[in-house]
């Protein structure tokens, strides 16, 4: 906080910046996997398939119902009593208090910063994560609601389990970083010539030193001849394509129409396009990726979750892929 004011021009300049994100995708190379991305909806869908699960999810809209219904018959039992002018019983006020003013306050918090959030041009998963907890409660309100219903609630327990303890084991597995790093070193002779994506980490994480290093600048605009010749040039030196992760081939092979997208990448989604379908020269020889999953002896349940929000994966389990030069 103190640099707040020790520098705070630039402090004033990150701010601007980043509220200009919100109303614009376009303006970093990392945002742009949200360009054409429909507010509201989408956060919707992340908290409903990965930020909560669906299990949580569809208890937590059991309990907003709920808890919406039963407001609104306090709120008519208090109004009865005041059309009818019935005497107030002792500490009715502050029941009413409990009752109807604070559960209002907490209920219309959450939906104004929804409403204002929610419309943001940029759809990171963390920007809802001060509604995570007043979902977890409303899915608590919600299992209690449905509790008179035998095994009902059992299964939702046992399946919200199941969910957890398949994110968990993701941290039971050793970082695809890691793992490729340590693939690299093993595999790719040194003084080979390493082809890396811009805006992105460079792998190897340790032991570069013994490599030689072309950085693709694919996110450069515009995306023409000039661009692709200099990229061209490089690729002709590589013996090897490293992607760290989905940070650019993702959203650049979704911005491919010039005629549909203020920024366009029709080189470059056709260079990706090429590259997985090994039409370019280089054939993939390694990829490293860790997924949510549970295995009970020979059964085994996996979720392939690389069409999440960019953040939930990048960070603690990119895909990682390594192509050859053939």
């Known amino acids: 906080m103190p640099y707040a004011f020790i520098e705070h021009k630039r402090f004033i300049s990150d701010v601007l910046a980043q509220i200009q994100m919100n109303s614009n995708p376009y303006i970093f190379p990392y945002t742009l996997q949200n360009v054409g991305s429909i507010s509201y909806l989408s956060f919707l869908k992340n908290i409903f398939l990965w930020g909560l699960g669906p299990v949580i999810s569809v208890l937590s809209f059991i309990g907003l119902i709920c808890f919406f219904v039963d407001f609104v018959k306090t709120v008519k039992f208090y109004r009865l009593k005041f059309l009818n002018k019935l005497p107030p019983k002792k500490n009715e006020k502050e029941t009413q208090l409990q009752n109807i003013v604070l ?25 809802m994560l001060p509604i995570y907890p007043f979902l977890a409660i409303m899915a608590g309100y919600g299992i209690r609601k449905i509790s008179n219903y035998q095994l009902l609630p059992f299964f939702f327990i046992l399946f919200s389990l199941i ?17 490729a790093t340590q693939w690299i070193l093993k595999n790719i002779s040194p003084g080979s010539t390493l082809a890396v994506e811009h805006w992105d980490d460079r792998l190897p994480l340790f032991g570069g030193e013994n490599y030689n290093f072309e950085e693709l600048q694919l996110y450069n605009l515009p995306d023409d001849d000039i661009k692709w010749t200099f990229i061209n040039q490089q690729l002709a030196k590589a013996d090897y394509i490293i992607i760290a992760s989905n940070r650019l081939y993702i959203p650049l092979q979704k911005l491919a129409n010039c005629q549909k997208y203020k920024l366009c990448y029709p080189k470059t989604a056709l260079y990706y396009k090429k590259l997985f379908n090994q039409q370019l020269g280089f054939k993939k020889v390694a990829e490293f990726a860790v997924y949510p999953k549970l295995e009970i002896g020979s059964w085994k349940l996996k979720i392939n979750d690389q069409s999440a929000d960019e953040s939930f994966t990048v960070y603690d389990r990119p895909k990682v892929i390594v192509f050859k030069k053939i």
């Open 163 to 179: 969910w957890t303890l398949m994110f968990i084991d993701i941290y039971s597995q050793k970082h695809t970083r890691i793992s």
């Open 103 to 127: 559960p209002f306050l907490f209920f219309i918090f959450y939906i104004l910063y929804f409403a204002i959030i929610g419309r943001s041009a940029v759809k990171f998963m963390r920007y």
